[in-house]
């Protein structure tokens, strides 16, 4: 079985149940609500920042062969 290739943080059992109700009572998954909150609470944030511009570093083009080949 292969490893994650990233970190996933342990939430606590409180939050998680937390998350649970409040998603229900939203009548929406726990998985949105929890993506939901977190992008707004750390939009801008340095993290976000940070991870942005990394994220951008990591898009490359394909070798200019290729790029010539498609036109």
Do not use: C
């Not at 229900?24 to 993506?35: F, G, S, V, Y």
């Not at 939009?43 to 920042?49: D, E, N, V």
């Amino acid at each position: 079985m292969s490893r994650p290739k990233h970190y996933s943080p342990q939430i606590s059992r409180f939050l998680v149940s937390v998350l649970y109700h409040e998603a229900q009572n939203r009548k929406i998954p726990m998985t949105k609500l929890t993506d939901d909150l977190l992008l707004n609470a750390l939009r801008g944030s340095p993290g976000w920042i940070t991870a942005t511009t990394l994220r951008s570093a990591d898009i490359t083009l394909p070798p200019r062969s290729e790029l010539l080949n498609a036109a």
